[in-house]
C-alpha cells in the first residue's frame, strides 16, 4: 500500500513571506496546493510573482480565487484615492491595512482544504517586523483556527485542522536566511506595495524597507528588481 503524503494549502501572495512558507511546506514533506487571492490590490505583479514561485517550488496546484474587497476601499493598497505612505513606519496601525483581508483569505484557503481533503494551512504572517497589522498576531492564528474546527464538517466530524503561521516569531533577516536555504529565489518575489507592471520596487514603501532591511541583516545579497 502506497503513503501519500498529507496535503496542504499554502496561501501564496507572490511576496517574500509567503514563498518561504510554500518552501517550507514543501521542506515538511505536504503535497502543496498554492492560493492566491486577488482582491482588488493596486496591482497584478504580485500574482505574476505567485505564479512563477508556486511553479519553481513545485506546488501541485496554483488557483487564483477573486474577492473584490477594493469595492470597499479604506486601504491604501485597494483605493487609488489613499497614498501608500513612503516616510516609513509610524505609530498605529497604517493605512496599508487592508480591512478583514486575512480573515478572507484564511476562509477562501478554507473552503478549498475541506474540498481537498487538506487538514493543514499555511500562512505567512509575522508579529516581529510587520506593520502593525492585527491579522498578523498569534492572537488572531489561534482564533482562526478554533473557528475552522467548529465550522467545518471535516471539523465537526472529528478531523482536526491545523493553521500554520511557521514566520510569526521570525525577523525578516531569520526568514530570508531559511527561505534562502531551502532554495528560495527571492528574485521572483514581489513585496512592493505600488511594484509597477513589470514587479519593479518602489524601495520607499514600508514593504520595501524591510524587506531590504532584512537581506542587509541576514547579510545576504538584495535580488530586488527596483524601479
Given at each position: 500500500?502506497?503513503n501519500?503524503p ?11 513571506d ?24 493596486r ?12 511553479a519553481?517550488?513545485g ?19 485597494t483605493?487609488?484615492?489613499i ?7 509610524t505609530a ?6 487592508v ?35 492585527p ?9 482562526f483556527e ?23 516569531a521570525?525577523?525578516?533577516?531569520d ?46 545579497p ?6
Amino acid at each position: 500500500m502506497t503513503n501519500h503524503p498529507e496535503r496542504a494549502v499554502i496561501l501564496l501572495s507572490g511576496g517574500l513571506d509567503s514563498a518561504t512558507c510554500l518552501a517550507i511546506a514543501r521542506d515538511m514533506d505536504f503535497e502543496t496546493y498554492a492560493l492566491s487571492v486577488a482582491y482588488g490590490q493596486r496591482h497584478a505583479a504580485e500574482l505574476d510573482a505567485a505564479r512563477r514561485i508556486a511553479a519553481a517550488l513545485g506546488a501541485r496546484e496554483h488557483r487564483v480565487a477573486s474577492v473584490q474587497l477594493g469595492q470597499f476601499g479604506g486601504s491604501a493598497l485597494t483605493d487609488d484615492k489613499i497614498p501608500v505612505p513612503v516616510e516609513g513606519s509610524t505609530a498605529g496601525i497604517p493605512v496599508t491595512y487592508v480591512p478583514a483581508r486575512n480573515t478572507v483569505m484564511l476562509s477562501i484557503a478554507l473552503a478549498w482544504a475541506e474540498v481537498l481533503g487538506a487538514n493543514h494551512i499555511f500562512v505567512g504572517v509575522n508579529a516581529v517586523d510587520y506593520s502593525g497589522y492585527p491579522d498578523c498576531r498569534p492572537e488572531f492564528i489561534a482564533a482562526f483556527e478554533t473557528m475552522a474546527n467548529l465550522a467545518t464538517k471535516a471539523g465537526v466530524e472529528g478531523t482536526r485542522l491545523s493553521i500554520h503561521a511557521p514566520l510569526i516569531a521570525l525577523s525578516k533577516a531569520d526568514i530570508i536566511r531559511r527561505g534562502s536555504a531551502l532554495g528560495v529565489d527571492y528574485g521572483q518575489t514581489v513585496s512592493c506595495y505600488q511594484a509597477d507592471d513589470a514587479g519593479h520596487a518602489c524601495g520607499v514603501c514600508d514593504a520595501c524597507r524591510l524587506r531590504r532591511a532584512g537581506f542587509e541583516a541576514a547579510a545576504i545579497p538584495d535580488p530586488t528588481p527596483y524601479a
